[in-house]
């Protein structure tokens, strides 16, 4: 067999690892010698089609010399054994510098594509692209050129829209309308570049749309809208020797739109910024309401009750006097359908705060029954739950059991009679007090609504009484972690209601 | 000790009638009594001797209730017992937890009225920090905002659990009996029971103490009464 040293023609004799990138440095210097003087000006580089066209000459006529030189040298020899050997040795070295020549075009056609490729697919992931420098003026350069124009655009666009969006993120609401429109308005003169640029709040069809003339500067224009409602117009020139594409007018279309977002936003927020301060001048201008009334109501009635007592207190005639005792009365009563007015407001306001005390809820119950001072009546009071203590606001406490009392002996019979249980629910630490009365007890109709508001037992109502007092007992009960219910119609027995209190069984020291 | 002197009260109140009768009412019951119809001459009379406490509306023209009580304790810790027709949900009232000691809602009752005037005139001499008390690492007292902080946890008092905690703060370290537990946390009128306070301090420490079962600061001492200590004394 031959070797590679004895095959003429060789373009270069220079023993090599890579016969192919040989080939290929070959090829590039052939192409430099065919066309020494590159038309675009990027070093030494020649355009892809002249080292194409060089490298299919070089790989075309190689095979053919080199066929050609060993069938001349075979001719030198009449052993027809060494032409044989010859020839079949011309045939290899052809195939040879074939393939050689083909590697060396697949791989000078490859290389800039490559490079292309790779370029284009960093664009599409939305990566910045650094221009790819080709040589030459054919198709592939152009594609270069065209690349990099466009890596370029998508480049100044990814900034315009980075700065749009930091832009629409730094909009607070709570500047107002007026503050947003004119930061809109310098920030799109930044974004894009304008030389000039305002936000005008008027209606876009009022403002003209100017004519586009070359060589002055461009102007551009996007509507503000928000839903379906246009807020205004943003207008403004671009430098004469900028370009203004369709995706420029999408972005400023998109930075419009934003800005119409943030613009509603501000206004919506003035809106509820306002009726903020109105609910709070509102509740301001209720608890001073409320305040007066109780303070006018209750001064004079305070007056009254201490009278009263301190001419009880004087002298053994006025204590014993009932028409005396019935103006304490009446001036208590009063006072407590205030409080109860007063509660009914707080409840509906959700400002009640009940304090969690300790109670002992006995003496309680008997303390607002001598306060109804209710002589006529037969009280009865039945404890067993000794040592146990109700867990209750105080004052609410002592509204539940007024309201609950008052009840009973305004609803009871004939012979007025009105019972108190108070039993312990140990298992579940809660104490029960049933107040009974002897009356007609609650009627069918009546029992689904008792506990509504302006509701008065329908028959028996005698007209005095609020119809808050049974709606009020069990919100506050239900506040302070209770509840208060009427008790199914028993024998003998009138309207039986029920109230239950977190408990603390009786407790020994430590 | 001072112990046979008459208690001086002032009266500030701007409905003269009740004045009156009001100033009569303690007078009848041993106290010496001055009132003044607003707070600017409440104020003067200030200027010419403390009283050992004051009963104070809230509304009156001029320096209303608020403003004045807290002109006073910024200058004297003097107790204050705030007679209001405002009831005490209103927002108002619950402002007046930091200056007042009480809150009485008129019309008052007068054995009520009475029974809360001598509960506060029992913690005279009581001094615990108008600032927040340290007791250790996992509990401070507040108790001027009716408040503790309990392992970086703030937890809101009762009215009564706060009398009870001041009583036992002003003897820090020292056993309080149950008997002087109840007449500080409750008013005569209450008739309250030894069980009252048993109840009460089992349920204080559900909010003070980081272990209810193991307390290191508020502690039972069997037979007598309770004692607060800080976490530093408890070795």
Redesign the interface.
Known sequence: MTTPDELPGGPDRTAGADPAAEAGRAARAAAERAEPEPRRGHGLGLSFRVLLTAGLIVAAVLPVAAFGGIVMAAHLYSDSRVMVTLLVAAIVAAAFFGLLGAAVVVAGLTAPLRRITIAVERVAAGESSPPIHLSGDDELARLAESHNRIAAEAGRRNRELGALLSAIAGYNPAQGTEALASRAGLDACAIYGLIDCRLSLVDPATVPTEETIPGDPRPVRAEVRAGGDALGVLTGHLPATRAWERADQDLLDLFASEVGVALRNAELFGQIESQNARLLELDATK?EF??SV??N???P???????V??LR?VSDEAASDRRLQIVAEQ??RL?RLV?QL??VT?LEAG???P????I?VG?RVRRAWEALNVASVTFEIRDEAR?W?A?ADP?QLDQVLWALLDNAVKYGGRDGRVEVAIRADAARDRLHVTIADNGPGVSEADRTRLFTRFTRGGTQASGDGTGLGLYVSRQLLRAMGGDLWLEPAGDGRGAAFTLSLPG?S????? | MLENRPRRILLVDDDTSLLVVLAEQLRDDGYEVATARDGQEALRRLEAGWPDLILLDLMMPRVDGLALARQIKAEADLPIIVLSAIDTADSKARLLDEVAEDYVTKPYHYPELRARIQRVLRRLGDRIPRQSLVLGPNLTLDLHHRSATVAGTEVQLTPTESRLLHALAANLGETVATETLISRGWADTEEAEPSYVWVSMRRLRQKIEVDPDRPVHLLTVRGIGYRLVSSRDDT
Do not use: F, K, N
């Open positions: 608890d409320l305040r109780s303070h109501l209750q001064t009635l305070t007056s009254i009750r201490a009278y007592d301190q207190a001036a208590d006072t409080r007063l509660t707080r400002v009640l705060r304090e969690a005390e300790v002992a003496p040592g203590l867990v004052d603390e009786p407790a020994d020291e430590g």
